[in-house]
């Protein structure tokens, strides 16, 4: 993610409205890798909170920033490509719109996520009644969400859930159909000119791509939106499977996504393995000389 933030940056040829809005994607990704990843394993693994209560409330509004960020920067992603191919003789989104559009979706992805920074504290109450272990508990705290009532968890939590995962990913499905639909028809098209051929094809290309990036997010999230709606609906279901197993094998499904984005633009981008292999040989030389 690093690699590929730092090549779209130095190429200036490669700075176009999708380029930026996936390094954006990868920026996303870089902070979710730096400040929930190992916060989250660690605090899984040893059943108590050790981090401190900033961390505890920093963590998870880390998270929802970053994830929030990651789906609406596939959500521009996916108006930019249907502008170019559906509605080429219309509105064109250039690079300005793509850093003002980014603004936006930081601003929004923090306003959404406030919530965590002011409902999760700490708290000894997990480890209070427990009737095994309980001197190696005693002065052990736990990190929740701790909300005035069921009903409000309940509402924020589901609102999420549509405004984090549902709505953007139908809203990017309707976009790549339209797109798919529309280089059909121009594929079919009999009278079309070599150099319009070459360009579908490269259209072609880069949309497998996207749509790749955005199937793939999907999916990697879903096991933990799954847990997430059977937690807080149904919370009693959890207790006949052993739940931080669950938990840790869903948030470990859903780390995967941080990673697929260089991986299907390297494998799908001949000039990103290039500048790969040479920003790898600059970093060895200057390794060496030093």
């Known amino acids: 993610n690093l690699c590929l933030i730092i090549l779209i940056r130095r190429r200036k040829e490669a700075q176009n409205v999708t380029n930026i809005l996936i390094a954006n994607l990868s920026l996303s990704d870089v902070l979710i890798c730096i400040m929930c990843i190992p916060v989250t394993v660690a605090y899984t693994l040893?059943?108590?909170?050790i981090f401190g209560e900033a961390m505890c409330k920093i963590s998870s509004f880390i998270q929802s920033i970053s994830v929030t960020v990651s789906i609406f920067s596939l959500v521009l992603i996916a108006i930019e490509r249907y502008q170019l191919i559906v509605n080429p003789r219309g509105w064109k989104p250039n690079i300005s719109h793509a850093y003002w559009g980014i603004l936006f979706i930081w601003g929004f992805s923090l306003v959404i996520s406030i919530p965590f920074l002011i409902f999760h504290q700490l708290t000894d109450e997990p480890f209070k009644h427990l009737a095994f272990h309980s001197d190696f508990y005693k002065n052990k705290v736990a990190c929740i969400?701790?909300?005035p009532s069921v009903t409000e968890r309940l509402i924020f939590t589901t609102s999420l859930l549509v405004f984090q995962y549902c709505f953007p990913l139908g809203f990017i499905f309707i976009c790549y159909l339209r797109i798919f639909v529309c280089l059909r028809r121009r594929h079919g098209k009999i009278d079309r000119m070599r150099e319009n051929e070459?360009?579908?094809s490269e259209n072609k290309r880069i949309n497998m791509m996207l749509i790749s990036i955005v199937v793939t997010f999907a999916a990697c999230?879903?096991?933990?939106?799954?847990?997430n709606v059977v937690f807080d609906w149904n919370y009693e279901a959890l207790m006949s499977c052993n739940h931080n197993l669950a938990f840790t094998v869903?948030?470990?499904v859903a780390m995967i996504s941080t990673c697929i984005n260089p991986i299907f633009y390297g494998f799908l981008n001949k000039n990103f393995q290039k500048d790969l292999i040479v920003l790898g040989h600059h970093c060895r030389c200057s390794a060496s000389q030093e």
């Open 221 to 227: 999230w879903l096991p933990l939106n799954i847990f």
């Open 145 to 147: 969400e701790a909300w």
């Open 198 to 200: 070459s360009r579908l």
């Open 250 to 252: 869903c948030h470990l």
């Open 46 to 49: 040893m059943d108590y909170w």
